[in-house]
């Protein structure tokens, strides 16, 4: 079955084409570069952004596929979480093909297109596994007991990890996005430099939180004068990164021996990162766990994992109706 999936879920605009769920014909992403001057997203310059790029980005995706729209067999598009207005957009682009070309449509919840970025990628993986999906947005424990069967383990009270790495790269002159930078600076800073706190709520829960160690890399590089900072921004940006990473990777290890789970995977975009990678792997070796993630461009919000994910839920589901409106604050379960 050939699927056309959309994403459009904050600021990237993906239109992609999947063969079942296993195969990636085309993959189109368009990263918008109008919010870097913010330091973060502007909900009303995505919906405007994701307007003037949705046609073109579809013609690429049909065009690098090499197929006709009378080829396509499904029509996915991401109805939630994300930002309203940029949700809008795709999903209404969605629904009007699939009318227009008389195709079947199904509505993917952002979430589960991250869980099936893995699918996508590992042709091994266990039905059953556990995952974090971790980025701008999210920030989630998921125990997967198979695809659509879900149980929250744990979430952020607050802020999301890769909003935190964002604000501490805008902190330290960096830019936006920062996660990048952060992981490319830190290779070169001393971990051990300051241990900032730790976020955790409870010792026995799988919940986190990321606005106190925000705060506590603000407080600091406030008490640094202009040379400090400059001597010392790559400690900074390496202390840092081994605090928020290293929550993540106690829980996760924790979860996997405390259920039973023998494979772990990571998805957003936060599982791009090289040191959460090394500190995931050393973990989970050392709880008899298997180890995945996706390749960068299936990380980043991308149209190929709603493919994949619609594709799943239609053969279980069947499709969705064309009155499917945008739900912001979906949840997965």
């Known amino acids: 079955m050939i699927t ?22 085309s993959n189109i992403i368009f990263s918008q570069m109008v919010h870097a001057g913010f330091g973060g997203v502007v909900p009303e ?13 579809y013609r690429e995706a049909l065009k690098a596929a090499d197929i006709i729209p009378d080829s396509i067999d499904l029509i996915a598009a991401t109805y939630g979480p994300g930002l309203v207005g940029a949700l809008l957009v795709g999903l209404n682009f969605g629904k009007g093909l699939a009318y ?16 099936a970025s893995n699918i996508l990628t590992h042709r091994n993986l266990p039905e059953r596994h556990l995952t974090l999906i971790i980025s701008g947005g999210h920030t989630s424990l998921v125990l997967v007991e198979s695809f659509g069967n879900y149980r929250a383990l744990g979430q952020t009270k607050d802020d999301a990890v890769g909003e935190a790495f964002d604000k501490v790269a805008k902190l330290l002159g960096l830019g936006y996005p920062g996660g990048h930078e952060i992981d490319r600076l830190g290779k070169t800073g001393d971990r051990k430099y300051f241990r900032f706190p730790r976020g955790i709520i409870k010792e026995d829960s ?17 008490s640094l004068n202009e040379k400090e900072l400059e001597e010392h921004i790559a400690d900074i940006a390496a202390s840092f990164q081994e605090a928020a990473l290293e929550v993540l990777v106690k829980k996760a290890a924790r979860a996997a021996s405390e259920y039973g789970i023998k494979a772990v995977t990571l998805s957003g975009g936060v599982a791009s990162n090289s040191r959460l990678k090394e500190m995931m792997q050393d973990e989970l070796a050392r709880v008899g766990a298997d180890f995945y993630y996706p390749p960068p461009k299936l990380c980043t919000d991308n149209a190929a994992m709603i493919a994949a994910a619609g594709y799943l839920r239609y053969l279980s589901d069947g499709p969705s109706g064309l009155n499917t409106n945008a739900v912001p604050y979906l949840k997965l379960t």
Not at 45 to 57: D, F, G, N, P, Y
Not at 100 to 115: D, Q, R
């Open 206 to 222: 799988y919940n986190f939180s990321y606005s106190g160690l925000k705060t506590a890399v603000a407080l600091h590089v406030q």
């Open 100 to 115: 227009g070309y008389n195709k079947p449509f199904i509505a993917v919840n952002h979430l589960e297109g991250h869980i």
């Open 45 to 57: 310059l995505a919906s405007r952004e994701h307007l003037k790029a949705i046609m073109t980005v």
């Open 4 to 25: 056309l999936g959309i994403e459009t879920s904050c600021d990237e605009t993906s239109v992609a084409v999947v063969e079942d769920s296993t195969s990636i014909r």
